[in-house]
């Protein structure tokens, strides 16, 4: 990979933020957007803006077909067997709820389980908390290892042949940990129950095929993968989706309406209610473009090599605590840390004043906070377009912290 190349076509992070050069290392929140993703949507608005689907009109028509190329894009993306089982959503956290309301209150009653992890995002814990309440059903929690990570055979023992839904994340957002979802699904199906995905911090950074995997829904979000912000895919095993009904009514996603009955279009229309997110769409597109001419597996090794960097780098600071396996095969490009008597919030602000952006806070993970017996961590997260050179920078901004609040204190 050509990191050098790859960084010119990122208008954004070339500036100055507080008189240092950006260094971006917030992409497990959101990615930054190459210049080719900013241009697709600008041409879309400038040259064939309409809406799809219905227009017969030439705009209308070049939208439709468009939009409609970007969803064999995604099929061919993520490997799924049909254009039907890719379902356009707002997002990771729009496909998870769809699959939860639809799905889940379908099919789980008084009695089943709903099978999570610890490490779940909120928004892979809260929606099946409220089909749990909503159907009577219990939730059940696979136990995390000491370095957060899962244990095959805890899965085995959790999920059992009450249980109805697994659902779980692919790598966690806070600590990096990689699941073996293929080797989960296995285990899951033995005991007839379905596996939901959570692949919103999977799918920018390595290849994903769901044939492979063999999961039953898998869910993510363009914005982390250099595509605009409002846009997201569920995948559904076209068995499951045929059988699920739509949760948003309306345009778009009718077949015929009567005055008291309507019938729905076919896969995957009945799902995607309203005028769609076209722009978005068509942006996703592009990043997917963009990323396929990079090549998935060269990513994923950049991304290795800098947490591996980073992991040394971090550790050789006295008094910081790094979150997550050691193993470099277990994890992903996230790197949650704290600084001893600091809190995350003061050092990712001192951060900033060097011109280096990090999250802080509960990454939406508060359950997983708990586990850890910390409030909030620090969170370094790093895409394609990081350098060693940027790791060092945080490296040096964390000592000035540590000093900065040494002294002060």
Known sequence: MDISAIRKQFP?????????????????ATSQKPQSVIDAIAKYYSEYNANV???????????????????????????????????FTRGTTTAINLVAQSFGRSNVKKGDEIVLTQMEHHSNLIPWQQVAKSTGA???????QSEGTLSLEDVAKTVTERTKIVAITHVSNVLGTINPIKEIARIVHEKGAVLVVDGAQSSPHMKIDVQDLDCDFFAFSG??????????????????????????FGGEMIDFVGLYDSTWKELP?????????IAGAIGLGSAIDFLEEIGMEAIEKHERDLIEYAMERLSNIEGITIYGPNKQKQRSGVLSFNIDEVHPHDVATVLDAEGIAVRAGHHCAQPLMKWLNVTATARASVYLYNTKDEIDRLAEGLVKAKEFFTDVF
């Open 12 to 28: 954004i992070l070339h500036q100055q933020v507080n008189e240092h050069p950006l260094v971006y290392l917030d992409s497990a």
């Open 53 to 87: 689907h219905r227009g017969v009109h030439t705009l209308g028509s070049k939208a439709t077909d468009a939009y409609e190329m970007v969803r064999e894009k995604v099929q061919r993306f993520i490997n799924a067997q049909s254009t039907e089982e890719i379902i």
């Open 138 to 144: 219990s939730l059940k929690y696979i136990p995390l």
């Open 223 to 248: 914005h982390k993968m250099c595509a605009p912000t409002g846009i997201g895919v569920l995948y559904g095993k076209k068995e499951w989706l045929e059988r699920m009904e739509p949760v948003e």
């Open 269 to 277: 229309w009945k799902f995607e209610g309203g005028t769609p997110i």
